[in-house]
């Protein structure tokens, strides 16, 4: 069983740097990928106003004629009491997705803050969180998914934004078993394994907002029985490269990574 998930993030409609040669390129770089499953990992707006949501919306209907899309906020789309329009014109803020045939569950919290660039997912999330877990098959992949990135990333100059709480988060996370967590916020792509978990996150898909020499790009994640594989794509070029793979089992009846390569260099 084969499963491909497409991670994208950090859209940023009504940015001046925002492109749409690189949102029509990244629209058919997905109908050529046929992804099982999208992920917008936030960031769908700059200010959280409507007229960049009404955008955002069509957008995210272009996804889903693609295939099953969940999106959630980041810290842009909390400007301006912009969820209010995320919750009507997007979606839900947070939503769990089982897929028992390809061997993985995946969570989506919402990390945003009214008006601030900080974030932070709370207790009430993380009890949520928990309690999903806890009904979850333990060999099945778990992969949660956030806007803001859990641990720092290279390359993005003072470190600002981890989540608040992210000493918190990483507990839950080591006592649920999490596998795979998937952030956007910096617009770099970064791989780090901690604790058995890996964090993957995707650069900007669609602005030329971009650190140092890093590109615009998105991720994709094939889920195998005994190997997940993550590539990096060029929403520019359409270029494709291996950044991480591992190979995966159930031991016990606990699913584990057992080994490991990173293959990204940010340069
Ligand atoms: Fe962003
Ligand atoms: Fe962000």
Not at 239 to 247: I, R, T
């Amino acid at each position: 069983m084969e499963k491909k998930i497409a991670q994208i993030s950090d859209i940023h409609f009504g940015e001046k740097n925002f492109s749409q040669q690189l949102k029509d390129n990244l629209l058919n770089q997905l109908k050529e990928e046929n992804p099982d499953l999208i992920i917008v990992s936030g960031d769908l707006t700059t200010n959280g106003y409507i007229h960049e949501y009404e955008k955002a919306s069509e957008f995210v209907e272009e996804l889903k004629s693609i295939t099953d899309t969940y999106t959630i906020p980041g810290n842009h789309d909390a400007r301006n009491v912009g969820l209010i329009h995320f919750e009507r014109l997007i979606g839900p803020r947070k939503f769990i997705h089982v897929d028992k045939s390809g061997g993985f569950a995946i969570v989506g919290l919402d990390s945003s803050e009214p008006d601030i660039n900080d974030g932070q997912i709370g207790l009430d999330q993380m009890n949520w969180l928990r309690k999903q877990m806890e009904k979850l098959p333990s060999d099945l992949c778990k992969i949660v998914t956030f806007h803001h990135h859990l641990l720092p990333i290279p390359q993005t100059g003072r470190e600002r934004n981890i989540l608040l709480d992210s000493g918190d988060l990483l507990r839950v996370f080591s006592e649920c078993g999490v596998d795979f967590v998937l952030n956007g916020h910096k617009h770099v792509p970064n791989v780090w394994m901690i604790e058995k978990m890996v964090t993957i996150n995707s650069g900007t898909a669609t602005t030329r907002k971009l650190r140092g020499y890093t590109f615009p790009s998105h991720n994709q994640l094939i889920i195998r029985d005994n190997d997940i594989q993550v590539n990096l794509i060029n929403t520019e070029t359409g270029s494709k490269k291996e950044m991480a793979n591992y190979s995966v089992r159930v031991e016990g009846e606990e699913y584990v990574i057992c080994s490991y390569k990173h293959l990204l260099n940010n340069g």
